[in-house]
C-alpha cells in the first residue's frame, strides 16, 4: 500500500506522537509497503538522517513558524498548505493517516474530500487534561468543553479512529463521539531495546555505581507531574542521602522544576540530561536507573513505561488512563497512588531490596513483548486494508 501520514509534530521534536510515528512508519515500510511522513520543518536539524527513518520512509518538510508560547513547538504554514494540497494529489495513495489535530488535520481532510481517500486519525493526546495547563487565564470548565467540542468537531471529520488504549476510547464515547474507531496501541521494536550500559552512563556523569539512583524519561511539561516525583524524592532523601534522580527529556516546565528543585533543597539529588540519543546514551541512562518513575496521569498510553520494561528497569508509577492499561498484568512493576508518602513508600521497598528489583528486572523484557511492533503492526495493516477496500466516495472538482 501506499501510506500518507501528515503530522504538526515529528522528530528531531522528542514526543511520544513523533516516537509513535517513526515505529509505525517503519514497520510498516519494512513490510514492503511505502510511506511517506509529512511533517514540519524544524530548521537545520530536519532533514538529519537519524530523524527520517534511516531511509526506509519518505520525510516531507512543510514551512513552518515557531509557535511563541511553545517555542519547541512549529505550526506548519497556512500559505503552504494549498501547495503541499496540489503536489500531494499528483501521487498515488490507499489511505491518509492523521496524527495531529492542527494544520496536518486540514491538509488530511483536504486531500481526503478532493481524492476520495479514506482518511483514518490517531488520537495521542488528552487534550482534555492539557489545554488548561497552555490557557491557564481561561477557566477550567470552559477549556475542558471546549477541548471535548473540538474533538468532537474533528473526530467526525475523518472516516475512522485509532486510539491507543481502552481508556482513551472510553472518554471519546462519553464525548459523544459516533466515528468508528480501533484501538492499537504503539509498540516498540524490541530489537532498539536490548542495549545500554548504566555502569557507563554513571562513569560519565559521576554518579557513584553504589549509590540509589531513580531515572525518568519525559517530556517536561506540567501535565507529565514531574514536579509530584520532585517531592517524592525529597521525602526518600531523608532515608537515602545519596539519592540520584535522573530526568532525561526537554520542554516548556523545565526552568519550573529546576527552581523547584531549588526550593526543596534538591540540587545535589537531582540532574537534568535534557534529550538523549535513542539508540546510545537514553538506553544507558535508563539502564543507570535503579528504579524507573512515572507519574503522569494524562497519557494516552505511556510509551516510556514499555520501554523500561524491556530494558529491565523495575518500575514504581502511577495508573491512570493509559499507563493502567500498560501496568494492568505487568509483573516488572509497583502500582503507586498520587500520594507523596505512598509513593516514596514503594520507591523506598524496592531500594531496600534488592533480590525484589531482581525480579522485576527479570520480568520486564516478557512484559515487553506483549507490546512489541512486529505484533501491532499487523492490526494497523488490516485496518489501513479494510478502510482502503471500501467503496471511494465519489473525488471533489
Request: hydrophobic share 45%.
Amino acid at each position: 500500500m501506499n501510506i500518507l501520514m501528515l503530522s504538526d509534530v515529528y522528530l528531531p521534536r522528542v514526543n511520544g506522537v513523533s516516537t509513535s510515528i517513526r515505529t509505525f512508519a517503519r514497520a510498516l515500510a519494512r513490510r514492503g509497503h511505502a510511506v511517506t511522513v509529512v511533517a514540519p520543518d524544524y530548521g537545520a536539524d530536519s532533514g538529519q538522517e537519524a530523524h527520517d527513518g534511516h531511509g526506509e520512509f519518505e520525510v516531507l518538510r512543510l514551512p513552518a513558524r515557531v509557535i511563541f508560547f511553545d517555542p519547541e513547538d512549529c505550526l506548519i504554514r497556512g500559505a503552504s498548505l494549498r501547495t503541499a494540497q496540489a503536489q500531494l494529489l499528483r501521487r498515488d495513495w490507499d489511505v491518509i493517516h492523521i496524527h495531529t489535530p492542527f494544520r496536518a488535520h486540514v491538509l488530511g481532510t483536504r486531500l481526503a474530500r478532493r481524492s476520495g481517500l479514506p482518511t483514518v486519525e490517531t488520537y495521542h493526546t488528552y487534550f482534555e487534561e492539557y489545554v488548561g495547563h497552555y490557557l491557564p487565564w481561561l477557566p477550567a470548565p470552559l477549556t475542558r468543553w471546549l477541548a471535548r467540542r473540538v474533538s468532537r468537531h474533528l473526530c467526525h471529520g475523518v472516516d475512522h479512529l485509532v486510539v491507543p488504549s481502552q481508556q482513551m476510547a472510553e472518554v471519546l464515547e462519553r464525548y459523544g463521539i459516533a466515528t468508528p474507531s480501533t484501538v492499537i496501541p504503539t509498540g516498540i521494536d524490541l530489537d532498539e531495546f536490548a542495549g545500554g550500559n548504566g555502569a557507563r552512563f554513571r562513569l560519565a556523569h559521576g554518579i557513584d555505581p553504589q549509590c540509589p539512583t531513580l531515572v525518568t524519561v519525559s517530556r517536561l511539561s506540567m501535565e507529565k507531574n514531574i514536579a509530584f516525583l520532585l517531592r517524592v524524592v525529597h521525602q526518600l532523601v531523608m532515608e537515602f542521602p545519596d539519592l540520584q534522580f535522573l530526568i532525561a527529556g526537554e520542554g516548556p516546565d523545565a526552568a519550573r522544576l529546576k527552581h523547584l528543585a531549588g526550593e526543596l533543597g534538591l540540587q545535589e539529588h537531582v540532574r537534568f540530561f535534557g534529550n538523549l540519543d535513542r539508540r546510545s546514551s537514553l538506553l544507558d541512562a535508563y539502564r543507570a536507573g535503579d528504579v524507573f518513575v512515572f507519574a503522569s496521569p494524562t497519557e494516552t498510553q505511556g510509551l516510556v513505561l514499555i520501554e523500561a520494561m524491556a530494558l529491565g528497569v523495575p518500575i514504581v508509577s502511577t495508573a491512570v488512563m493509559g499507563t493502567a492499561t500498560v501496568l494492568r498484568d505487568a509483573r516488572s512493576a509497583l502500582v503507586s497512588a498520587e500520594d507523596v508518602d505512598a509513593f516514596a513508600s514503594q520507591v523506598a521497598r524496592l531500594l531496600r531490596a534488592p533480590e525484589l528489583r531482581a525480579t522485576l528486572v527479570k520480568a520486564g523484557p516478557e512484559d515487553a513483548r506483549a507490546w512489541s511492533m512486529q505484533a501491532l503492526v499487523h492490526e494497523v495493516e488490516t485496518l489501513y486494508g479494510h478502510l482502503a477496500g471500501q467503496e471511494r466516495v465519489p473525488a471533489m472538482r
